[in-house]
């Protein structure tokens, strides 16, 4: 409620309602997994990872370059563009993998 007043002292008053809407939740994002494959002693260089990721509400996407769980039989390198480089250990054959983190630009 406020109160407004003129020169000759004549008052009236009113009130002012404010609404205040709520803001839609943020959903996460969705991170699908990715399979790859490269021959024994050689470099693979993957394209990024976040081509099969989603996010519900539409935000940028980004990654974090340090990844949650390593790879056990070779080395990592994440880039922030979501490309990557995996090198096996000399003469490792079979499966390894390794779990990334994806993010949405609403945290």
Do not use: H, R
Not at 22 to 48: C, K, Y
């Amino acid at each position: 409620v406020y109160e407004v007043c003129d020169s000759n002292g004549a008052c009236d008053q009113a009130t002012v309602v404010i609404t205040i809407n709520a803001i839609a939740d943020n959903n996460a994002p969705v991170a699908t997994d990715d399979v790859a494959s490269v021959d024994e002693d050689s470099v693979l260089n993957g394209t990024t990872l976040l081509s099969n990721d989603s996010d519900p509400d539409g935000d940028e996407l980004t990654i974090n370059t340090t990844p949650v769980t390593g790879p056990t039989n070779g080395s990592l390198v994440i880039n922030a563009d979501g490309t990557y480089t995996y090198t096996p250990d000399k003469d490792f054959i079979g499966e390894d993998s390794f779990v990334y983190e994806v993010c949405d630009s609403e945290g």
